[in-house]
């Protein structure tokens, strides 16, 4: 073996041909402590989107102070609810899946266990239209809009709830419970300009100067809707935040619950915030195939780019050895992607490079196991959701 492969993952995997995928359990376990930390006694839903592997959701509700999950798709709630993963989901995107909602109406313990997100009668009309009426009741939860509107014509934010102010929360309340067959039992607002924008580097202080308005304006708001909807619905959650907010969100009493799951995994959208530093918990181990020539080698696949705006920052990034980097021309490319920078020359066919992706879950969507490195050996190896045959979009 390479003396370039003698760092811990690469004693650990040393038997495993590349590329795969590891999570570093001793990382791992830090960020979670670290989320319980952070959180400061106020229960955190696990973001299954943000892990995408069983075994690694499991570990994590098994921590006193996470309580239950919150899903991205109906179908996989459906799947985890079955399983016994967890009997309290949220699933926070609205769902179109007739079959997935006729599925929950005729299983007394997925109604029991899974809530879905609502922001329109429109949706209410779509499950009214997939399921029929005299069905049984289906939990709902209201999502509000959380982004910032500081002027008129001015959103900063995600764009995802048309419900911004107490007026159309209690409106949309009001008729989630006049229709049989609903019960309005949770608020949900993701803060993404807050939760989801690093604060470090040049613009930091102008993205925190933002940040620090937006949770301020958002608190008066969120804690005036939750008082509104609870007069009219008997809440048991009001869900926020993200890995990104969980201080902001936290201190915010109207908040019964904090939502986050990137933070587990550490990937280098993470880097750049200056309240809180996660470990590098998820890598990807990529051969190298060629030496093109000076001070380059080349890696064999490695296109793992990440969802959202097209730039750089949705790149994987070489992690170990130290001083690598990619090609500006090339990136991370389909069946190869070149690395250049001081360690470049010291590398050989067949070598490994360390990578690190761009979002925390979305790098299950690629491989179908992860193997769980403690210290220097693979304490086991387990699928992921692609590895178990699911894929929920």
């Known amino acids: 073996m390479s003396t370039l492969n003698t760092n811990v993952y690469g004693i650990a995997t040393e038997d495993l041909d590349p590329p795969f995928a590891v999570v570093d359990l001793a990382a791992f376990d830090a960020n979670t402590a670290d989320l319980l930390h952070r959180a400061n006694g106020k229960p955190i839903r696990v973001v299954s989107k943000s892990v995408r592997c069983r075994f690694l959701l499991e570990r994590v509700l098994e921590r006193p102070g996470f309580t239950g999950l919150m899903c991205y798709s109906l179908r996989e709630a459906l799947w985890l609810s079955g399983l016994g993963t967890s009997d309290d989901i949220v699933v926070a995107y609205p769902t179109a899946d007739h079959a997935a909602l006729r599925e929950l109406v005729s299983d007394e313990r997925a109604r029991q266990a899974i809530t879905i997100m609502v922001d329109s009668v429109e949706h209410l009309e779509l499950v009214e239209a997939a399921v029929g009426s005299g069905r049984p009741e289906i939990r709902v939860c209201l999502e509000l809009d959380a982004s910032w509107r500081p002027l008129p014509g001015l959103h900063v934010g995600t764009r995802r709830s048309p419900v911004f102010t107490p007026r159309q929360a209690v409106r949309l309340a009001r008729e989630v419970q006049a229709r049989k067959g609903f019960r309005l039992v949770g608020v949900m607002a993701y803060e993404g300009q807050i939760a989801g924008v690093p604060d470090a580097g040049e613009r930091g202080a102008v993205v925190r100067w933002m940040q620090r308005r937006s949770a301020a304006e958002l608190a008066r708001r969120r804690g005036a809707v939750v008082r509104a909807v609870r007069a009219v619905a008997d809440l048991e959650f009001v869900n926020g935040g993200g890995t990104g907010s969980i201080e902001t969100t936290g201190a915010d009493s109207s908040v ?22 996660p470990r590098a918990a998820t890598l990807f181990a990529l051969p190298v195939v060629r030496r093109p020539g000076k001070g380059i080698a080349t ?22 050895p130290d001083g690598l980097a990619l090609l500006g ?21 067949g070598d490994r490079v360390w990578l690190r992706h761009a979002k925390a879950g979305e790098l299950a969507e690629r491989f179908d196991e992860y193997h769980l490195v403690l210290d220097d050996h693979v304490e086991r190896t387990v699928p992921t959701y692609r590895g178990e045959g699911r894929n929920f979009g």
């Open 329 to 349: 021309m090339e990136g991370a490319g389909e069946v190869q992607t070149p690395v250049t920078g001081a360690a470049a020359d010291s590398l050989r066919v």
């Open 299 to 320: 890696l064999y696949a490695g296109g793992y780019v990440a969802s959202g705006p097209a730039s750089t920052s949705r790149l994987p990034r070489p992690y170990l």
């Open 256 to 277: 019964t619950e904090i939502a986050a799951g990137s933070g587990l995994m550490g990937p280098t959208l993470f880097d750049g915030y200056s309240r809180f530093h």
